[in-house]
Structure formats: structure tokens, C-alpha cells
């Protein structure tokens, strides 16, 4: 099955700073990589996804690349703001194959200091 | 307004007590999935499922049991619940033939 490794565990940044999150995945036949945003106390949020056919994807100031070949995916927050502090999920799918199912990584702590 | 809903939202219950965990979903999904996760922590799968009549055990073992009776319903019990249950219980959807999973706001059980 597919494992999905996540660093760094925590991350502290600067207002105003960029902040990057990186995962790995190990299953070569997953083509969808959804980031999910958790805020404390709230239900995980889709913020942005990529499919292995893109190798980059943004939307305001988050992106997402994807490395095929490395297997590897990364979210890229611009321009920090205190509200972007939460835990934030990367997962990945294999589509049908694996029923649709996601595999998540054990999650990434960003604190966004004033 | 299309949404993904589950009760209660909190419970604190005795050991040996048997409990029921709902979740509804007005979003016409096909699929649906329950999620154990320490708060902050990582999600693990433990149930899912296809559609009406279909239920699979998820990547991790879980003593409870579900059940899909209606499209748009998907409880969770367990039959005798233990301290080691306590956890918050999240439930998602997600629409046939898409992998996007979208989550209810979550039950957080605490077991004495």
C-alpha cells in the first residue's frame, strides 16, 4: 500500500515569510495530491490539489509542485499571516485502484508568528 | 445548505458502555469514510465505504463496526467502549469517481 512521509513535523516562520512543507510518497501509480488544512479545534479543509499530470499548481499565495520521477510533492505558503497557523495534511491516491482511498502524511504544525 | 454533519459533537461515556457515532451527509456522495485522530495528529482510516450495503475496514483495526443503510448515512458503533477509544472520530465524503474527500467537524469521545 501507499506511505506518505511528511517533514518537517513543526514549523515556526516569520510574518510576511514563506513557509514549505514537503511529502514523499512511495506508490508510483498515485496520480492525486490534496493538502488539507486543520485549524485548531476545526475539520480538515481542502486548500489546494494537484494530478500527476500538472507539475505545479497555485492559487493567491499557496502552490503546490509535484515530482514525479522523485516521487515527492511540496505546498508553498507566500506572505504568511497569523491566520495561516494550523496543522496542515498532505495525502495521496491512487484513484481507483485503491477505491479512491487517501493515504495522509502525519501532518506538518505551522505557527505563523506577529 | 450542503454539508456534512455529525452527532454528538462531543461525549464522555463509561467504560462497557455501548455508543453510536452519526454521520449524515446532504452532499448526494457516494462514498464515505471514518477517520480516527488524536487531536493534531494523524488521520487513520478505519472504515469506508462504496455506497449503500458496502462497508471495507480501513488501513487501521478498529473495534468498532458500521453500517450503510441510506446514501446519505454512515454510523459508527462500538459495542463496549474502552478507555484506548478515546480519540475524535471524523467522518468525509466524497463524490463518485473523485478522490476529493470533504469532512464533518468530528466526535470527540472520551471514554472513562
Known amino acids: 500500500g501507499e506511505n506518505v512521509e511528511q517533514h518537517p513535523s513543526t514549523l515556526s516562520v516569520q510574518e510576511g515569510d514563506s513557509a514549505v512543507i514537503k511529502c514523499t510518497y512511495s506508490?508510483?501509480?498515485?496520480?492525486?495530491f490534496p493538502w488539507y488544512k486543520q485549524e485548531l479545534g476545526k475539520r480538515p479543509q481542502l486548500i489546494i490539489d494537484?494530478?500527476?499530470?500538472?507539475g505545479e499548481k497555485k492559487d493567491q499565495r499557496i502552490a503546490v509542485t509535484l515530482n514525479k520521477t522523485a516521487k515527492h510533492f511540496s505546498l508553498h505558503i507566500t506572505e504568511t499571516q497569523p491566520e495561516d497557523s494550523a496543522v496542515y495534511f498532505c495525502?495521496?491516491?491512487?484513484?481507483?485502484?485503491?477505491?479512491?482511498?487517501?493515504?495522509f502524511g502525519t501532518g506538518t504544525r505551522l505557527a505563523v508568528r506577529p | 445548505e450542503a454539508d456534512i454533519y455529525q452527532t454528538p459533537r462531543y461525549l464522555v461515556i463509561g467504560t462497557g458502555k455501548k455508543i453510536t457515532l452519526e454521520c449524515s451527509q446532504t452532499m448526494g456522495h457516494d462514498k464515505m469514510y471514518w477517520y480516527q485522530q488524536d487531536p493534531g495528529m494523524e488521520l487513520h482510516l478505519i472504515h469506508y465505504?462504496?455506497?449503500?450495503?458496502?462497508?471495507e475496514k480501513g488501513d487501521l483495526s478498529s473495534e468498532s463496526t458500521v453500517s450503510r443503510i441510506r446514501t446519505e448515512h454512515f454510523p459508527l458503533t462500538l459495542e463496549s467502549a474502552r478507555p484506548s477509544h478515546t480519540s475524535q472520530y471524523l467522518c468525509?465524503?466524497?463524490?463518485?469517481?473523485?478522490?476529493?474527500?470533504?469532512f464533518g467537524p468530528g466526535t470527540r469521545l472520551l471514554v472513562l
Open positions: 495525502a495521496a491516491s491512487e484513484g481507483k485502484s485503491s477505491g479512491d482511498k487517501l493515504t
Open positions: 468525509a465524503s466524497s463524490e463518485h469517481g473523485k478522490e476529493t474527500q470533504y
Open positions: 494537484i494530478r500527476s499530470n500538472v
Open positions: 465505504s462504496y455506497g449503500v450495503n458496502s462497508t
Open positions: 506508490d508510483s501509480a498515485s496520480n492525486y
